[in-house]
């Protein structure tokens, strides 16, 4: 079994009652490959979100599936911004102490060489955070004042998954 820890960001436009929203999470996960192949990405911080395929991709994708799909929760149950705002914020500060042993454990591995599984991935700080940003793109309000809704292509980001150190 060989595990990595990872740094990921998900980042993506969430429709509440009365807003909408941008969401941009930076977050730690472990990823685990088993002697099997079977591939799992656990959620170290926000925790409690798991992914799991048959390969990296297919398990990497089934994680970020689930941070949108609990996200989309949090604004179904939230009712006005500020309320969401504040359970995005609680979702991602939640840490998994069930897998902290293995982040460590891993991030060492990493430090002493002893992992090599990262190969390439861009290197941040393991100490670093998780962060969250929330912020409100438009309401009920704006849209009835005919205040234009301005996107620009640089909120929209791809996943991004980099290897703790």
């Not at 089934?62 to 941070?67: A, P, R, Y």
Request: aromatic content about 10%; some cysteine.
């Amino acid at each position: 079994m060989s595990k990595l820890p990872l740094f990921f960001n998900h980042r993506g436009y969430i429709a509440g009652n009365g807003f909408l929203a941008h969401v941009a999470i930076s977050g730690k996960c472990l990823r685990i490959v088993e002697e099997d192949g079977e591939v799992s990405f656990c959620g170290v911080k926000p925790g409690g979100v798991v992914g799991v395929g048959q390969t990296v991709a297919e398990a990497r994708s089934e994680f970020l599936e689930s941070i949108k799909l609990a996200v989309f929760d949090l604004a179904a149950e939230a009712v006005d911004f500020e309320d969401f705002k504040r359970r995005v914020e609680e979702f991602v500060g939640y840490a998994s102490e069930a897998f902290r042993p293995d982040w460590d454990a891993a991030v060492a591995d990493v430090r002493a060489g002893r992992s090599d599984d990262g190969e390439g991935m861009r290197r941040i700080r393991a100490e670093t955070d998780a962060e969250v940003e929330v912020r409100f793109v438009q309401g009920d309000a704006s849209r009835s004042a005919g205040v234009p809704l301005v996107l620009t292509p640089e909120l929209n980001v791809p996943y991004e998954i980099s290897q703790a150190a």
